[in-house]
């Protein structure tokens, strides 16, 4: 099945600073790759997707890039302020519907 | 509009039970999707509804059953609860138009824990 892999597993940075964290994958069908940021007891929240047919897409301070050859993409975070502080859970859409495979997380502290 | 809910927020079990866990997507999305979140596994897909019909299936024993209603509810049942299965189950819906690959959004979860 489809195997996700993300790094690095924590990310310290200070505010202000950039943040980058990356996915690899294994399938090359997969075409749909969102980003969720999830606070302390609370839901996932989508930020931020990108599909196959776009190399980059930005929004704000956040931006992914995607490189389909490679395989992996990456969530970029400008300007970090402490409210960025959680974890982030990069994904990709496997098989037909809305399957999605998780990476494992990356937690992020932005000191102040 | 309102968003994703799921109903109890908390659950507590003893082993051996079973559970029945219920999800309500954001009006007019047809799809829902169930995951388990644990510390230990992450974020795992279990199954998901479209149309009152399972698209697609993780990897999960078949303890892990769910069902779709006409109205898009879902309910996700667990029977003969083992320890671990404590977790975080979320339901995420998506899917106006039918397709696949749409955005996902989260519920808050219900947070089973089994004794």
């Known amino acids: 099945g489809e195997n996700v892999e993300q790094h690095p597993s924590t990310l310290s940075v200070q505010e202000g600073d950039s943040a980058v964290i990356k996915c690899t994958y294994s399938d090359s069908a997969s075409n749909y790759f969102p980003w969720y940021k999830q606070e302390l007891g609370k839901r996932p929240q989508l930020i931020i997707d990108i599909r196959s047919n776009v190399g980059e897409k930005k929004d704000q301070r956040i931006a992914v890039t995607l490189n389909k050859t490679a395989k992996h993409f990456s969530l970029h975070i400008t300007e970090t302020q402490p409210e960025d502080s959680a974890v982030y859970f990069c994904?990709?859409?496997?098989?037909?519907?809305?399957?999605?495979?998780f990476g494992a997380g990356t937690i992020l502290r932005v000191k102040s | 509009k309102a968003g994703v809910t799921q109903t109890p927020r908390y659950l507590i079990k003893t082993r051996g039970q079973q559970v029945t866990l219920s999800c309500s997507p954001i009006s007019g999305h047809r799809s829902v999707s169930w995951y388990q979140q644990t510390p230990g596994q992450g974020l795992q897909f279990l199954f998901e509804y479209f149309s009152e019909t399972q698209r697609n299936k993780g990897n999960f024993p078949g303890r892990f059953s769910g069902r779709q209603f006409s109205n898009s509810r879902s309910e996700m049942n667990v029977s003969t609860l083992e320890l671990g299965d404590s977790a975080l189950y979320l339901c995420a819906s998506s899917s106006i138009a039918g397709g696949f690959d749409d955005e996902q959004f989260f519920g808050p979860g219900t947070r089973l824990t089994v004794l």
């Open positions: 994904a990709v859409s496997v098989e037909y519907g809305n399957k999605l495979v």
